[in-house]
């Protein structure tokens, strides 16, 4: 799925949802534990119940490693079971010398069938490079966090003039082009966000930080949007855990309905401007 596609995707859902599949298997519903695999079976009445309201699904990695051999398992069925009508995002947070780069690229491209992969920039250049270049796959680079300690290293001054986050976007738009390439920008901070829309005016932001960390989807939509919708929002827990009860994929439903409005309200004020 390239930028186009992506953008044609956003504009018939109506919709820049993502929703982050961060399954905690001590908090799944006790009626779906007699299941043979309750991971999946919670992951797949969440998508079942969102299908249609959001254009992107993000498994996060380390929730279905935990568990080990059927923790991969359950992450392996639910990328399959999501399909091609949605862009499939590894969070992984991989990055490495080329040659273990390589073999990461492998595994989410080419095994488990992911579309795109979160990868951390701190090794440079030769760390990201092996990501790139898999036709229809992304790499979405970190770049500004929503976390409290991404002021430790990421809003550092650098003798460029610039702070890291920002020469992060700068450098790495040498690497790829919008067609293959992404940024995390999180939705705590809209301020760096407009300035970083700005350096990047064509790239695609995945942006997590809204519902329960705290972003304003208004305020993200302000300063982020570009000509062809340029964001991913990604909600997780605000969506997969807004029910605990037997009607939790009714409430994650709701939940998730409730942004897809907002975000149909943006797109259509975009369109009438």
Aim: proline share 4%.
């Amino acid at each position: 799925m390239n930028s186009e596609q992506l953008f044609h995707l956003i504009r018939r859902r109506q919709s820049f949802l993502c929703v982050g599949l961060d399954t905690d298997v001590d908090r799944i519903p006790v009626h779906l534990c007699h299941q043979p695999d309750p991971v999946f079976a919670f992951n797949k009445a969440i998508i079942d119940a969102t299908r249609d309201l959001c254009v992107a699904y993000k498994p996060n990695v380390a929730f279905y490693e935990a568990l080990g051999a059927s923790g991969w398992k359950s992450l392996e069925r639910t990328i399959a079971y999501i399909g091609d009508e949605h862009l499939v995002i590894a969070d992984a947070k991989r990055g490495d010398i080329g040659n273990t780069s390589k073999r990461y690229a492998q595994a989410f491209f080419e095994q488990l069938g992911a579309d795109a992969l979160t990868v951390a920039p701190y090794m440079g250049r030769d760390s990201v490079q092996p990501f790139l270049g898999f036709p229809g796959k992304w790499v979405i680079l970190l770049a500004l966090t929503s976390n409290v300690g991404s002021h430790d290293f990421q809003m550092l001054h650098l003798e460029t003039g610039m702070r890291l986050y920002e020469q992060i976007v700068v450098q790495a738009m040498e690497w790829a082009g919008p067609d293959e390439l992404m940024f995390v920008i999180g939705a705590t901070h809209p301020e760096k966000l407009a300035r970083l829309r700005a350096l990047a005016p064509d790239y695609f932001f995945l942006v997590p930080g809204v519902g329960a960390q705290g972003g304003q989807l208004g305020e993200v939509a302000r300063v982020g949007l570009n000509v062809r919708c340029g964001l991913l929002v990604n909600a997780s827990r605000s969506i997969i855990y807004a029910g605990s009860g037997l009607d939790f994929a009714q409430k994650a439903r709701e939940a998730a309905r409730a942004l897809q409005v907002q975000m149909a309200e943006v797109l259509c004020q975009q369109v009438s401007e």
